[in-house]
T-cell receptor, first 111, second 113 residues
Framework: DGGITQSPKYLFRKEGQNVTLSCEQN?????MYWYRQDPGQGLRLIYY???????QKGDIAEGYSVSREKKESFPLTVTSAQKNPTAFYLC??????????FGDGTRLSIL | QQPVQSPQAVILREGEDAVINCSSS?????VHWYRQKHGEAPVFLMI?????EQKGHDKISASFNEKKQQSSLYLTASQLSYSGTYFC??????????????FGKGTKLSVKP
């Protein structure tokens, strides 16, 4: 079955540590997105990529980094510069004007 | 730029109807509606494109008023399974942001037996 896989489902970060969230899709979608979701805030765009080897900052990119070396993969690194990383992170993909398909999310917490 | 959703929350009895609104201050190319259950991924409901169209499936329908840059989601004869948080995602015409969505803060819908 085609879909988007995010891993891990739960992740804990220590002070000063970088952590990487995985997002893989086998839908052959060109565009991929990372969102952060906090209670009562909706989904806020962190980074997006419309094509391999290219990506753009979203509204809240500070403290995060991404790469898009393969069409199927769009990992997100939460760096130590992100002082409040506790949130639910959602990855999505789309093609053309079709709707975005979301992964099941990764819940990141601070130890 | 974030669209404004109203109401923030609504409680219904099974079989009752509800309307959720999504308003933008910017000219929109499309409006996307999603429903999210707690701790799960948002699930796509429908897209409405500029041109003022209406869409629907089963007992959920939506409209897009291009003049007002407002979309409304209509849930009729609500079922327990309709419970969740509803988000609208707006795609603006300007700014070269085609394909990118800006989401509202969501409307929490609770359907009681």
């Amino acid at each position: 079955d085609g879909g988007i896989t995010q891993s891990p489902k739960y992740l804990f970060r220590k002070e000063g540590q970088n952590v990487t969230l995985s997002c893989e899709q086998n839908l052959n979608h060109d565009a991929m997105y990372w969102y952060r979701q906090d209670p009562g805030q909706g989904l806020r765009l962190i980074y997006y990529s419309q094509i391999v080897n290219d990506f753009q900052k979203g509204d809240i990119a500070e403290g995060y980094s991404v790469s898009r070396e393969k069409k199927e993969s769009f990992p997100l690194t939460v760096t130590s510069a992100q002082k409040n990383p506790t949130a639910f992170y959602l990855c999505a993909s789309s093609v053309g004007n079709q709707p975005q398909h979301f992964g099941d999310g990764t819940r990141l917490s601070i130890l | 730029q974030q669209p404004v959703q109203s109401p923030q929350a609504v409680i219904l009895r099974e079989g009752e109807d509800a309307v959720i609104n999504c308003s933008s201050s910017k000219a929109l190319y499309s409006v996307h509606w999603y429903r999210q259950k707690h701790g799960e991924a948002p699930v796509f409901l429908m897209i409405l494109l500029k041109g003022g169209e209406q869409k629907g499936h089963d007992k959920i329908s939506a409209s897009f008023n291009e003049k007002k840059q407002q979309s409304s989601l209509y849930l009729t004869a609500s079922q327990l399974s309709y419970s969740g948080t509803y988000f609208c995602g707006t795609e603006m015409i300007e700014g070269g942001s085609q394909g990118n969505l800006i989401f509202g803060k969501g409307t929490k819908l609770s359907v009681k037996p």
